[in-house]
């Protein structure tokens, strides 16, 4: 069974700031893609990031990255100047290629302070 | 073009009644997975639906919970005979094609709540 592990159930950063929320998961697949999904309170699941496993240059949007370590299968991101519309559950997600289904981890609960 | 469309927001039901989520996919995609989110949880994958076909159900419980995705019309997620542990927010997402080589677009969930 896969396992996606989000260590972090809740973090708190300061506008403007920049924080990091970690992901692990466990795979014996070479070839997948991996998602980070927000969900803020009215509980829309949005897509923030994704990275495909074969590439090695990590994805950047805007003000989200990623920090993928293959090997370690680790899967950060990073979010700079931190707003407060960036409150938020956020759920790392990895999709197996052998597999049907995003997997999703059990969230980090961000909360932007003013 | 709409997003994914799911209705009802919010569903009450009594104990032993039925429940029927509906899931209207984004014009173009053919492709429908089912996720369940208990309070405080990530989301948990129960099945994934092509037109007419059940690709994987391995996460949907094996009585009372059955899915279909017809040639016309939405996708249905049926729950039968609803206990107060069917309680959670029921999210749809479709895709235009298999896998992850596109984004998957959730809808805004179903609150199930029984009383």
């Known amino acids: 069974a896969q396992t996606v592990t989000q260590s972090q159930p809740e973090m708190s950063v300061q506008e403007a700031e920049t924080v990091t929320l970690s992901c692990t998961y466990d795979t014996s697949e070479s070839n997948y893609y991996l998602f980070w999904y927000k969900q803020p309170p009215s509980r829309q699941m949005i897509l923030v990031i994704r990275?495909?496993?074969?590439?090695?240059q990590n994805a950047t949007e805007n003000r989200f990255s990623v920090n993928f370590q293959k090997a370690a299968k680790s899967f950060s991101l990073k979010i700079s100047d931190s707003q407060l519309g960036d409150t938020a559950m956020y759920f790392c997600?990895?999709?197996?290629?052998?597999?049907?289904?995003?997997?999703f981890g059990g969230g980090t609960r961000l909360m932007v302070k003013p | 073009n709409a997003g994914v469309m799911q209705n009802p927001r919010h569903l009450v039901r009594r104990r032993g009644q039925e429940a029927r989520l509906r899931c209207s996919p984004m014009?173009?995609?053919?492709?429908v997975y089912w996720y369940r989110q208990l309070p405080e949880e990530g989301l948990k994958f129960m099945v994934y639906l092509q037109k007419e076909n059940i690709i994987d159900e391995s996460g949907m419980p094996k009585e009372r919970f059955s899915a279909e995705f017809p040639k016309e019309g939405p996708s249905i997620l049926r729950i039968q005979q609803v206990v107060r542990g069917d309680s959670a927010a029921y999210f749809c997402?479709?895709?235009?094609?298999?896998?992850?080589?596109?984004?998957?677009?959730f809808g805004q969930g179903t609150r199930l709540t029984v009383v």
């Open positions: 997600a990895p999709f197996l290629c052998a597999g049907n289904m995003l997997t």
């Open positions: 997402a479709s895709s235009p094609e298999q896998g992850a080589r596109t984004e998957a677009f």
């Open positions: 990275q495909e496993a074969y590439k090695q």
């Open positions: 014009k173009g995609h053919s492709h």
